[in-house]
């Protein structure tokens, strides 16, 4: 099989995307691009953990 590739560090981006896209249509453009920053890295510290937990 092919070699599965570790793309982990994309989500952190997109959670920012999405959080710019929420600022835009409720006018608090920089602090829902914090909030999307801090989720972003949260959620990829956290699947970070899961996978290497899962493949011990």
């Known amino acids: 099989m092919a ?7 994309l989500i952190i981006p997109a959670f920012l995307l999405m959080g710019t896209a929420i ?15 801090i ?9 970070r953990y899961r996978n290497k937990k899962l493949n011990k």
């Open 23 to 37: 600022g835009i249509q409720t006018k608090n453009l920089f602090k829902q691009m914090i909030i999307g920053l």
């Open 3 to 9: 070699k599965k590739k570790n793309n982990l560090i």
């Open 39 to 47: 989720v972003g890295i949260i959620v990829y510290f956290f699947l």
